[in-house]
Protein backbone atom coordinates (compact mmCIF):
# COMPACT_ATOMS: atom_id res chain seq x y z
CA UNK A 1 0.00 0.00 0.00
CA UNK A 2 2.94 2.30 1.06
CA UNK A 3 4.74 1.17 -2.99
CA UNK A 4 1.11 2.35 -3.97
CA UNK A 5 0.49 5.80 -2.58
CA UNK A 6 4.35 6.33 -3.36
CA UNK A 7 3.96 5.82 -6.95
CA UNK A 8 0.44 7.51 -6.96
CA UNK A 9 2.11 10.66 -5.66
CA UNK A 10 4.99 10.42 -8.11
CA UNK A 11 2.61 9.98 -10.72
CA UNK A 12 0.69 13.21 -9.32
CA UNK A 13 3.58 15.10 -9.66
CA UNK A 14 4.33 14.73 -13.23
CA UNK A 15 1.15 16.39 -14.09
CA UNK A 16 2.17 19.62 -14.67
CA UNK A 17 -0.01 22.81 -15.84
CA UNK A 18 1.38 24.80 -18.29
CA UNK A 19 0.13 28.45 -17.80
CA UNK A 20 0.94 31.95 -20.24
CA UNK A 21 4.82 32.65 -20.38
CA UNK A 22 6.13 29.45 -19.72
CA UNK A 23 5.75 29.51 -16.14
CA UNK A 24 4.51 25.96 -14.59
CA UNK A 25 2.70 25.44 -11.70
CA UNK A 26 2.78 22.21 -9.81
CA UNK A 27 -0.33 21.30 -8.23
CA UNK A 28 0.04 20.73 -4.35
CA UNK A 29 -1.78 18.29 -2.44
CA UNK A 30 -3.79 19.30 0.85
CA UNK A 31 -2.92 19.67 3.86
CA UNK A 32 -4.41 17.61 6.61
CA UNK A 33 -4.19 18.51 10.37
CA UNK A 34 -4.62 15.64 12.85
CA UNK A 35 -6.50 17.34 15.87
CA UNK A 36 -6.27 14.29 18.15
CA UNK A 37 -3.20 15.18 20.22
CA UNK A 38 -4.01 17.77 23.04
CA UNK A 39 -0.78 19.51 22.66
CA UNK A 40 -1.07 19.87 18.94
CA UNK A 41 -5.20 21.31 19.31
CA UNK A 42 -3.74 24.35 22.08
CA UNK A 43 -1.08 25.15 20.06
CA UNK A 44 -3.50 25.56 17.19
CA UNK A 45 -5.45 27.16 19.18
CA UNK A 46 -2.88 29.86 20.76
CA UNK A 47 -1.38 30.65 17.43
CA UNK A 48 -5.09 31.79 16.15
CA UNK A 49 -5.40 33.76 19.12
CA UNK A 50 -2.93 35.48 18.71
CA UNK A 51 -3.24 36.44 15.19
CA UNK A 52 -6.55 37.67 15.93
CA UNK A 53 -5.42 39.75 18.78
CA UNK A 54 -2.71 41.02 16.83
CA UNK A 55 -5.15 42.06 14.17
CA UNK A 56 -7.26 44.18 17.23
CA UNK A 57 -4.48 45.55 18.17
CA UNK A 58 -3.01 46.35 14.50
CA UNK A 59 -6.45 48.39 13.68
CA UNK A 60 -6.94 49.99 16.37
CA UNK A 61 -3.14 51.35 16.09
CA UNK A 62 -4.43 52.25 12.65
CA UNK A 63 -7.49 54.54 13.97
CA UNK A 64 -5.26 55.68 16.37
CA UNK A 65 -2.85 57.30 13.75
CA UNK A 66 -5.50 58.34 11.65
CA UNK A 67 -6.77 59.94 14.65
CA UNK A 68 -3.83 61.83 15.59
CA UNK A 69 -3.09 62.87 11.95
CA UNK A 70 -6.56 64.25 12.07
CA UNK A 71 -5.89 66.15 15.25
CA UNK A 72 -2.40 67.81 13.87
CA UNK A 73 -4.54 68.41 10.57
CA UNK A 74 -6.98 71.01 12.73
CA UNK A 75 -4.00 72.28 14.75
CA UNK A 76 -2.05 73.08 11.59
CA UNK A 77 -5.09 74.73 10.23
CA UNK A 78 -4.71 77.05 12.89
CA UNK A 79 -8.59 77.80 13.29
CA UNK A 80 -9.27 80.42 16.43
CA UNK A 81 -12.66 79.97 17.08
CA UNK A 82 -14.48 83.19 16.18
CA UNK A 83 -14.91 85.58 18.97
CA UNK A 84 -17.69 88.53 19.17
CA UNK A 85 -17.11 91.33 21.96
CA UNK A 86 -20.82 92.81 22.57
CA UNK A 87 -21.21 96.44 22.30
CA UNK A 88 -23.22 97.46 25.51
CA UNK A 89 -23.33 101.25 24.09
CA UNK A 90 -25.82 99.96 21.91
CA UNK A 91 -29.06 101.09 22.25
CA UNK A 92 -30.64 98.04 20.82
CA UNK A 93 -28.72 96.03 23.45
CA UNK A 94 -29.47 98.02 25.77
CA UNK A 95 -33.04 98.00 25.76
CA UNK A 96 -33.47 93.91 24.73
CA UNK A 97 -31.22 93.26 28.25
CA UNK A 98 -33.56 95.37 30.18
CA UNK A 99 -36.16 93.66 28.32
CA UNK A 100 -34.47 90.18 28.74
CA UNK A 101 -34.00 90.76 32.65
CA UNK A 102 -37.78 91.71 32.91
CA UNK A 103 -38.46 88.75 31.55
CA UNK A 104 -36.10 86.80 33.54
CA UNK A 105 -37.25 88.52 36.84
CA UNK A 106 -41.02 87.36 35.78
CA UNK A 107 -39.88 83.48 35.16
CA UNK A 108 -38.22 83.55 38.26
CA UNK A 109 -34.94 82.47 37.33
CA UNK A 110 -33.01 84.81 38.64
CA UNK A 111 -33.61 83.72 41.78
CA UNK A 112 -34.55 80.30 42.73
CA UNK A 113 -35.91 76.83 40.25
CA UNK A 114 -38.75 75.52 41.19
CA UNK A 115 -37.86 71.51 40.29
CA UNK A 116 -41.62 70.72 41.06
CA UNK A 117 -42.57 72.85 37.96
CA UNK A 118 -40.31 71.46 35.41
CA UNK A 119 -42.38 68.06 34.18
CA UNK A 120 -45.25 67.92 32.49
CA UNK A 121 -47.66 65.46 34.05
CA UNK A 122 -50.73 65.74 32.04
CA UNK A 123 -48.97 64.00 29.14
CA UNK A 124 -49.15 60.11 28.40
CA UNK A 125 -46.07 58.19 28.59
CA UNK A 126 -43.34 57.85 25.60
CA UNK A 127 -43.01 54.21 24.16
CA UNK A 128 -39.30 53.46 22.80
CA UNK A 129 -37.91 51.08 20.68
CA UNK A 130 -36.15 49.30 23.28
CA UNK A 131 -38.98 47.93 25.17
CA UNK A 132 -39.74 44.46 23.69
CA UNK A 133 -43.61 45.33 23.81
CA UNK A 134 -43.44 48.26 21.52
CA UNK A 135 -44.91 46.71 17.85
CA UNK A 136 -43.50 47.64 14.63
CA UNK A 137 -44.54 51.05 13.57
CA UNK A 138 -45.84 51.82 9.87
CA UNK A 139 -45.15 55.13 8.84
CA UNK A 140 -48.81 56.51 7.96
CA UNK A 141 -47.49 59.02 5.35
CA UNK A 142 -46.18 58.35 1.81
CA UNK A 143 -42.68 58.85 0.85
CA UNK A 144 -42.96 60.84 -2.23
CA UNK A 145 -42.17 64.27 -3.59
CA UNK A 146 -41.88 67.31 -2.98
CA UNK A 147 -39.41 67.03 -0.73
CA UNK A 148 -37.76 69.97 1.19
CA UNK A 149 -39.15 73.51 1.82
CA UNK A 150 -38.92 76.13 -1.34
CA UNK A 151 -36.25 78.47 -1.45
CA UNK A 152 -37.33 81.95 -0.50
CA UNK A 153 -37.80 84.91 -3.41
CA UNK A 154 -34.47 86.93 -1.79
CA UNK A 155 -32.17 84.44 0.23
CA UNK A 156 -29.18 85.86 1.56
CA UNK A 157 -25.85 84.13 -0.28
CA UNK A 158 -23.38 83.40 2.18
CA UNK A 159 -24.83 84.51 5.64
CA UNK A 160 -23.03 85.03 8.74
CA UNK A 161 -23.49 81.97 11.43
CA UNK A 162 -23.81 81.59 15.22
CA UNK A 163 -24.01 78.85 17.13
CA UNK A 164 -24.12 78.10 20.85
CA UNK A 165 -23.07 74.82 22.63
CA UNK A 166 -24.93 73.43 25.53
CA UNK A 167 -22.23 71.73 27.50
CA UNK A 168 -21.12 70.97 31.56
CA UNK A 169 -17.99 71.41 33.36
CA UNK A 170 -16.48 67.82 33.12
CA UNK A 171 -17.32 67.37 29.38
CA UNK A 172 -15.12 70.53 28.59
CA UNK A 173 -11.79 68.39 28.15
CA UNK A 174 -12.33 66.70 25.60
CA UNK A 175 -15.55 67.43 24.44
CA UNK A 176 -16.12 71.07 24.36
CA UNK A 177 -12.59 71.63 23.16
CA UNK A 178 -12.89 69.37 20.39
CA UNK A 179 -15.92 70.91 18.77
CA UNK A 180 -13.70 74.78 19.40
CA UNK A 181 -11.48 73.34 17.48
CA UNK A 182 -12.71 71.58 14.98
CA UNK A 183 -16.51 72.32 13.65
CA UNK A 184 -17.29 74.84 15.91
CA UNK A 185 -14.48 77.09 14.55
CA UNK A 186 -15.84 77.09 11.23
CA UNK A 187 -19.06 79.36 12.43
CA UNK A 188 -18.77 83.00 12.25
CA UNK A 189 -19.74 83.07 16.01
CA UNK A 190 -19.77 80.59 18.91
CA UNK A 191 -20.11 79.96 22.40
CA UNK A 192 -20.35 77.55 24.87
CA UNK A 193 -23.03 77.72 27.84
CA UNK A 194 -21.98 75.88 30.76
CA UNK A 195 -21.71 77.22 34.59
CA UNK A 196 -17.52 77.37 34.87
CA UNK A 197 -14.87 79.17 32.74
CA UNK A 198 -12.74 77.19 30.83
CA UNK A 199 -9.26 78.67 29.38
CA UNK A 200 -9.66 78.44 25.93
CA UNK A 201 -13.15 78.31 25.54
CA UNK A 202 -15.90 81.08 24.65
CA UNK A 203 -18.10 80.74 27.72
CA UNK A 204 -21.35 81.64 28.48
CA UNK A 205 -21.42 81.21 32.48
CA UNK A 206 -25.27 80.74 33.06
CA UNK A 207 -26.35 80.73 36.87
CA UNK A 208 -27.71 77.59 36.64
CA UNK A 209 -26.47 75.36 40.20
CA UNK A 210 -27.45 71.63 39.09
CA UNK A 211 -26.65 71.25 35.30
CA UNK A 212 -28.32 67.73 34.91
CA UNK A 213 -31.60 67.24 32.30
CA UNK A 214 -34.42 68.47 34.35
CA UNK A 215 -32.53 71.72 33.88
CA UNK A 216 -31.95 71.53 30.36
CA UNK A 217 -34.71 73.42 29.33
CA UNK A 218 -34.07 76.64 31.57
CA UNK A 219 -30.58 76.52 29.88
CA UNK A 220 -31.42 76.63 26.47
CA UNK A 221 -34.15 79.02 27.32
CA UNK A 222 -31.50 81.68 28.71
CA UNK A 223 -28.77 80.62 26.31
CA UNK A 224 -31.66 81.87 23.33
CA UNK A 225 -32.44 85.05 25.67
CA UNK A 226 -28.45 85.72 25.60
CA UNK A 227 -28.56 85.38 21.64
CA UNK A 228 -31.25 87.69 21.75
CA UNK A 229 -29.93 90.38 23.78
CA UNK A 230 -26.89 90.50 21.89
CA UNK A 231 -25.97 89.36 18.63
CA UNK A 232 -29.66 89.89 17.09
CA UNK A 233 -28.05 92.54 15.10
CA UNK A 234 -24.78 90.91 14.05
CA UNK A 235 -26.08 87.32 12.67
CA UNK A 236 -28.49 85.71 9.64
CA UNK A 237 -28.75 82.62 11.55
CA UNK A 238 -28.80 80.96 14.94
CA UNK A 239 -28.19 77.16 15.62
CA UNK A 240 -28.45 75.28 19.16
CA UNK A 241 -26.20 72.37 19.08
CA UNK A 242 -24.77 69.45 22.03
CA UNK A 243 -20.73 68.67 22.87
CA UNK A 244 -21.51 65.74 21.34
CA UNK A 245 -23.12 66.42 18.16
CA UNK A 246 -20.90 67.28 14.36
CA UNK A 247 -22.00 70.00 12.07
CA UNK A 248 -20.68 70.22 8.51
CA UNK A 249 -20.63 74.13 8.80
CA UNK A 250 -19.85 74.48 5.17
CA UNK A 251 -23.00 71.63 4.17
CA UNK A 252 -25.34 74.11 6.26
CA UNK A 253 -24.26 77.54 5.06
CA UNK A 254 -24.65 75.66 1.60
CA UNK A 255 -28.54 74.92 2.70
CA UNK A 256 -29.05 77.87 4.39
CA UNK A 257 -27.83 80.46 1.25
CA UNK A 258 -31.14 79.62 -0.38
CA UNK A 259 -33.21 81.12 2.67
CA UNK A 260 -33.85 84.74 3.77
CA UNK A 261 -32.92 85.43 7.76
CA UNK A 262 -35.76 88.35 7.72
CA UNK A 263 -38.04 85.71 7.53
CA UNK A 264 -39.22 83.23 10.55
CA UNK A 265 -37.51 79.83 9.91
CA UNK A 266 -37.44 76.85 12.25
CA UNK A 267 -34.86 74.03 10.65
CA UNK A 268 -34.12 70.51 12.13
CA UNK A 269 -35.09 67.30 11.79
CA UNK A 270 -39.04 67.00 12.56
CA UNK A 271 -40.38 64.49 14.80
CA UNK A 272 -43.81 64.03 15.78
CA UNK A 273 -44.61 63.73 19.72
CA UNK A 274 -47.55 61.67 20.33
CA UNK A 275 -48.97 60.78 17.14
CA UNK A 276 -52.35 60.61 16.28
CA UNK A 277 -53.49 62.40 20.06
CA UNK A 278 -55.27 65.10 18.86
CA UNK A 279 -54.58 67.10 22.19
CA UNK A 280 -50.77 66.36 23.06
CA UNK A 281 -50.14 66.14 19.24
CA UNK A 282 -46.48 68.28 18.82
CA UNK A 283 -44.41 68.00 16.00
CA UNK A 284 -40.48 69.46 17.14
CA UNK A 285 -37.17 69.40 16.07
CA UNK A 286 -34.79 66.74 17.40
CA UNK A 287 -32.48 68.32 20.25
CA UNK A 288 -29.50 66.33 19.79
CA UNK A 289 -29.47 66.73 15.73
CA UNK A 290 -29.14 70.37 16.57
CA UNK A 291 -31.94 72.90 15.13
CA UNK A 292 -31.62 76.90 13.41
CA UNK A 293 -33.72 79.83 14.42
CA UNK A 294 -33.42 82.97 11.62
CA UNK A 295 -32.53 86.27 12.99
CA UNK A 296 -36.49 87.10 12.24
CA UNK A 297 -37.43 84.10 14.36
CA UNK A 298 -35.24 84.88 17.10
CA UNK A 299 -36.58 88.24 17.04
CA UNK A 300 -40.04 87.15 17.24
CA UNK A 301 -39.17 84.48 20.13
CA UNK A 302 -37.66 87.14 22.52
CA UNK A 303 -40.12 89.98 21.41
CA UNK A 304 -42.49 87.75 23.24
CA UNK A 305 -40.54 86.04 25.75
CA UNK A 306 -43.02 86.37 28.26
CA UNK A 307 -45.42 84.60 26.93
CA UNK A 308 -43.74 82.45 24.88
CA UNK A 309 -40.65 81.50 27.27
CA UNK A 310 -43.19 81.36 30.03
CA UNK A 311 -44.25 77.41 30.62
CA UNK A 312 -41.90 74.90 32.68
CA UNK A 313 -41.07 71.61 30.95
CA UNK A 314 -37.93 68.84 30.45
CA UNK A 315 -37.46 68.16 26.74
CA UNK A 316 -35.65 71.16 25.51
CA UNK A 317 -36.62 70.66 22.16
CA UNK A 318 -40.00 70.04 22.70
CA UNK A 319 -40.70 73.38 24.82
CA UNK A 320 -38.30 75.02 22.73
CA UNK A 321 -41.19 73.87 19.60
CA UNK A 322 -44.26 74.82 22.18
CA UNK A 323 -42.80 78.61 22.53
CA UNK A 324 -42.15 79.07 19.00
CA UNK A 325 -45.57 77.33 18.03
CA UNK A 326 -47.14 79.88 20.60
CA UNK A 327 -45.59 83.11 18.57
CA UNK A 328 -46.65 81.17 14.80
CA UNK A 329 -43.50 79.58 14.07
CA UNK A 330 -43.56 76.15 12.96
CA UNK A 331 -41.19 73.41 11.63
CA UNK A 332 -40.07 73.08 8.16
CA UNK A 333 -39.07 70.32 5.91
CA UNK A 334 -35.11 70.16 5.47
CA UNK A 335 -35.11 67.43 3.32
CA UNK A 336 -32.71 67.34 0.28
CA UNK A 337 -34.25 67.10 -3.20
CA UNK A 338 -33.96 63.20 -2.97
CA UNK A 339 -35.89 62.70 0.24
CA UNK A 340 -32.93 61.83 2.26
CA UNK A 341 -32.60 63.98 5.46
CA UNK A 342 -29.82 66.65 6.37
CA UNK A 343 -30.31 66.63 10.22
CA UNK A 344 -29.46 63.45 12.18
CA UNK A 345 -30.93 62.54 15.52
CA UNK A 346 -27.90 59.75 15.86
CA UNK A 347 -24.47 58.99 14.47
CA UNK A 348 -24.07 58.47 10.98
CA UNK A 349 -22.76 55.29 11.05
CA UNK A 350 -25.39 53.57 13.21
CA UNK A 351 -27.71 55.41 10.72
CA UNK A 352 -25.99 53.66 7.57
CA UNK A 353 -25.29 50.56 8.76
CA UNK A 354 -26.44 49.20 12.01
CA UNK A 355 -30.29 50.67 12.34
CA UNK A 356 -32.06 48.89 9.71
CA UNK A 357 -36.12 48.78 9.61
CA UNK A 358 -36.30 45.08 9.36
CA UNK A 359 -33.74 44.10 12.25
CA UNK A 360 -35.66 46.71 14.66
CA UNK A 361 -39.29 47.27 13.38
CA UNK A 362 -40.11 49.23 16.81
CA UNK A 363 -37.12 51.18 17.11
CA UNK A 364 -38.20 54.81 18.51
CA UNK A 365 -36.98 56.83 15.61
CA UNK A 366 -38.86 55.46 13.18
CA UNK A 367 -42.11 56.43 15.52
CA UNK A 368 -41.28 59.55 16.05
CA UNK A 369 -39.73 60.76 12.31
CA UNK A 370 -42.47 63.00 11.62
CA UNK A 371 -41.88 62.20 7.44
CA UNK A 372 -41.64 58.54 6.03
CA UNK A 373 -38.11 57.12 7.74
CA UNK A 374 -35.50 55.23 5.24
CA UNK A 375 -32.20 53.00 6.36
CA UNK A 376 -29.55 52.19 4.68
CA UNK A 377 -27.09 54.98 2.93
CA UNK A 378 -30.87 56.10 2.32
CA UNK A 379 -31.30 57.66 5.47
CA UNK A 380 -29.26 60.48 5.08
CA UNK A 381 -28.05 63.08 2.44
CA UNK A 382 -24.53 63.01 0.51
CA UNK A 383 -24.60 66.64 1.92
CA UNK A 384 -25.74 65.79 5.74
CA UNK A 385 -25.48 68.53 7.73
CA UNK A 386 -25.52 67.33 11.35
CA UNK A 387 -24.80 64.16 13.23
CA UNK A 388 -25.43 63.24 16.68
CA UNK A 389 -23.84 60.68 19.94
CA UNK A 390 -20.00 61.33 18.29
CA UNK A 391 -17.02 60.77 20.89
CA UNK A 392 -14.71 63.66 20.54
CA UNK A 393 -12.13 61.41 18.08
CA UNK A 394 -14.74 61.59 15.56
CA UNK A 395 -15.12 65.00 15.75
CA UNK A 396 -11.38 65.48 14.48
CA UNK A 397 -12.04 62.28 11.94
CA UNK A 398 -15.11 63.80 10.55
CA UNK A 399 -13.65 67.37 9.65
CA UNK A 400 -10.51 65.64 8.13
CA UNK A 401 -13.09 63.39 5.78
CA UNK A 402 -14.99 66.48 4.92
CA UNK A 403 -11.31 68.54 4.18
CA UNK A 404 -10.66 65.80 2.07
CA UNK A 405 -13.88 65.45 0.49
CA UNK A 406 -14.37 61.80 1.66
CA UNK A 407 -17.36 62.81 3.85
CA UNK A 408 -20.31 64.94 3.36
CA UNK A 409 -19.80 65.27 -0.60
CA UNK A 410 -20.80 62.23 -1.90
CA UNK A 411 -22.21 58.26 -0.36
CA UNK A 412 -19.45 56.36 0.97
CA UNK A 413 -17.87 53.65 -1.60
CA UNK A 414 -19.13 49.96 -1.34
CA UNK A 415 -16.25 48.42 -0.28
CA UNK A 416 -15.70 51.40 2.57
CA UNK A 417 -15.04 50.25 6.04
CA UNK A 418 -18.34 49.83 8.26
CA UNK A 419 -17.50 51.75 11.44
CA UNK A 420 -18.47 50.15 14.93
CA UNK A 421 -21.68 50.74 16.76
CA UNK A 422 -21.49 53.74 18.72
Known amino acids: QQQQQQQAEEEGKQQKIKQGGGAVVEQQPAQHIDYNGDKQRQDILKDGIHHFVQDQLDRQQQKEN ?61 LHGGDKKVPAFVHPMKDEPPYGTPPDPNPKRNPKLYVFVLTVPKHHDPKAIAVSKTWGARFDGLSFMTSEHEEGLNTVLLPIKNEDRKTLWLKTKLSWLHMYQNYLDDYDWFMKADDDTFVMVDNLREFL ?166
Open 66 to 126: EFEKAKRQMEETNREPPKHDVDVNDPNVAKRRAAVNDVLKELGVLDHLDIDKLSDKDEPGI
Open 257 to 422: SDYDPDVPHYFGRPFLLHRGDPVHELQYNSGGAGYVLSRAALKKLGDNAKTALKANGVAEDVEMARALHRVGIHCEDTRDSTGRERFLPLSIGNLRYHHTMQEKPGFWLWRYSFYPPRDGLECCSKRWISTHYMYSKDLYMLQAQFDQKKEGWDDPAPDAPIPPKH
